[in-house]
């Protein structure tokens, strides 16, 4: 394929439908902690922004917690959700197909989320068998979304400039990083009737539109 552009995949409510999960969990989770919180607040707020960032802003607002308790509650947050997604955990409605219809494209994941809980979502799901090992996680390479650097180390890796690279994301954080990139950037955009989609990036609402939106991507960069 003489076009082939270099698909850079967010993981959470972009492959996997975990968000509503992770919602939960950490309502769950934070609230006996002292840091009242709710999965609506998650979805409202805070979709798809780093653990540490969003229990630092519950800090400034309700008392900070010491390092013991900050330990103890991202772990029993971490392996809640790990049971929940290896119990509960669907793809992205219509994902797979779409993954399989972009078959001639290379793909990796780039999430802000653990090494381990991306392993996990698409085992769980059945989809790793489209992304060769190609999982770039914040908490390996350091840096976060919405830094580009998070994106761009990704790219690097992959072998591909950011201009043959394609974000497909569904959060603010990671749109704000691919168009910081320099990448091309489809929006999986769930909420169209809340959400606006930023200048400069492609809106989809269905998984189902991807591929055709990538091939016109690549048409256009031939």
Known sequence: MPNRLCLLFDSDGTLVDSEILLAEVMAEILTPFGLPFTARQYMD???????????????????????????????????????????????????????EALSAHPKAVVSNGPEAKIRCAMQSTEMAHHFDNNLFSAYTLGVW????????KAAEAMGYPPERCVVIDDAAVGIEAGLAAGMQVVHLNHFADQESTPAGAHAIHHARELPAVIDTLSRQSA
Do not use: C, H, W
């Open 145 to 152: 979304k919405p830094d580009p650097a998070l994106y761009l």
């Open 45 to 99: 707020e805070f979709r798809g922004v780093r653990f540490l960032s969003i229990v630092q802003e519950l800090e400034t607002r309700f008392g900070a917690l010491g390092e013991t308790q900050l330990a103890a509650m991202e772990a029993a947050m971490r392996e809640r959700m790990a049971t929940r997604m290896q119990n509960e955990l669907l793809a992205i409605d219509g994902m797979p197909l779409a993954l």
